[in-house]
């Protein structure tokens, strides 16, 4: 080790003062991009282990309350009826009749439905658009919707008055619904 330092001090000495000074300051922008990396390496290691840590609080946090969360579940599958609840095509049939009852179904363009399947439930979406549909017409459906709840929800409603006539309005409308599985109570 003493040999090599004694090496590049011959080495530094033979240089001139230009090629001293501009071999120090390469090593200086070596060191300061270095210490920039490992700055930014330091900082978001030290991101990392805030998100996890506030990550660990909120797990123990539901870990706590498992028990109650469960007990509130089993409350409300009590009183749910499996029999109530909505398959896919049993949803739009449903809403094609809500519509129909309204008097929308001439004025109103059903999507076709999404499923998600799950282990206690399978949901289902679809999305309504109403064209010019009357103020009154939309209420009378949002009423019948309304019923249908908790087996039917309105997960968005997005209403614009119509360009050609402001008193009409173009509505859509994302629905679900959760099929409950019979075997998962």
């Known amino acids: 080790m003493q040999a090599r330092l004694q090496q590049i001090l011959h ?3 033979r240089l001139t003062v230009r090629e001293q000074l501009l071999s120090v300051l390469f090593i200086a922008v070596m060191l300061f991009i270095w ?3 490992w700055l930014n390496r330091a900082g978001e ?4 282990r805030k998100a996890t840590t506030a990550s660990l609080s909120e797990q123990a946090l539901w870990l706590e309350r498992a028990e109650t969360y469960a007990q509130s579940a089993r409350v409300v599958m009590e009183k749910l009826d499996s029999s109530k609840t909505f398959g896919a095509t049993q949803l739009s049939g449903r809403i094609d009749g809500l519509l129909r009852q309204s008097g929308l179904s001439a004025r109103a363009d ?3 439905v999404k ?3 799950g282990e206690i439930f399978n949901e289902h979406s679809l999305r309504v658009q109403l064209k010019r549909a009357s103020i009154a017409q939309y ?3 949002n009423n019948l919707l309304l019923k249908e709840a908790p087996y039917i929800n309105q997960q968005s409603v997005t209403i614009k008055a119509n360009r050609r006539n402001p008193e009409e309005l173009d509505i859509r409308f994302e629905i679900a619904s ?7 109570i």
């Open 139 to 141: 209420v009378q459906f």
């Open 11 to 13: 080495i530094l000495r």
């Open 35 to 37: 210490a920039g990396t």
């Open 45 to 48: 290691w030290n991101d990392n």
């Open 178 to 184: 959760l099929e409950l599985i019979p075997d998962s």
């Open 110 to 112: 059903i999507d076709p």
């Open 115 to 117: 499923s998600k399947q």
